[in-house]
T-cell receptor
Framework: GQNIDQPTEMTATEGAIVQINCTYQTSGFNGLFWYQQHAGEAPTFLSYNVLDGLEEKGRFSSFLSRSKGYSYLLLKELQMKDSASYLCAVRDRDTDKLIFGTGTRLQVFP | DTEVTQTPKHLVMGMTNKKSLKCEQHMGHRAMYWYKQKAKKPPELMFVYSYEKLSINESVPSRFSPECPNSSLLNLHLHALQPEDSALYLC???????????????FGDGTRLSIL
């Protein structure tokens, strides 16, 4: 079976750093993806990890530990426009399906 | 703007109507997906097409009927829907299902569907 957990809500201040955690339990693993979704809009692909370690893309970084079933998304120099939901999704190795977590709603305050 | 285009953006229909949602991508992607998303919930997979053939149907009721006329187009035909079917319907595509390399799915902006 599949189980993906993320915090439901987080708040942070403009200019700060925030880390959004994701833990997963899957029968087969073939990559972990992070998406950003603003209210009423499409999910936008941010990053993915298939091997252990840190992937950096500008203000966003994502980390994966396959042995621990753990990932995090790190957002630096927060901006008001970063207020959105952040979805962690795991690709199942056997079915190729993308299984989404419930998402973390981030609010950035001035 | 996304590279996956969905029309219409909004749709209101009665329970006896027949309508279709359309999705188009010109990125040469060979896998296309339909998802349903309710408010404050993650997207739920409905259908997957791989090389224009239906490869996954997540036990979706028959009142939803997908169609893939060619590699760039994906339709979702709707008939006799229920009020609980009101949701955001998202289309997505990814590069090549045969590739072992992990590829992200790219989403369209969705169609917000309301059933009266």
């Amino acid at each position: 079976g599949q189980n993906i957990d993320q915090p439901t809500e987080m708040t942070a201040t403009e200019g700060a750093i925030v880390q959004i955690n994701c833990t997963y339990q899957t029968s087969g693993f073939n990559g972990l993806f992070w998406y950003q979704q603003h209210a009423g809009e499409a999910p936008t692909f941010l990053s993915y990890n298939v091997l252990d370690g840190l992937e950096e893309k500008g203000r966003f970084s994502s980390f994966l530990s396959r042995s621990k079933g753990y990932s995090y998304l790190l957002l630096k120099e927060l901006q008001m426009k970063d207020s959105a939901s952040y979805l962690c999704a795991v690709r199942d190795r056997d079915t190729d399906k993308l299984i989404f977590g419930t998402g973390t709603r981030l609010q950035v305050f001035p | 703007d996304t590279e996956v285009t969905q029309t219409p953006k909004h749709l209101v229909m009665g329970m006896t109507n027949k309508k279709s949602l359309k999705c188009e991508q010109h990125m040469g992607h060979r896998a296309m997906y339909w998802y349903k998303q309710k408010a404050k919930k993650p997207p739920e997979l409905m259908f997957v097409y791989s090389y224009e053939k239906l490869s996954i149907n997540e036990s979706v009721p028959s009142r939803f009927s997908p169609e893939c006329p060619n590699s760039s187009l994906l339709n979702l035909h709707l008939h006799a829907l229920q009020p609980e079917d009101s949701a955001l319907y998202l289309c997505a595509s990814s590069q090549d299902p045969a590739e072992t390399r992990v590829q992200p799915q790219h989403f369209g902006d969705g169609t917000r569907l309301s059933i009266l």
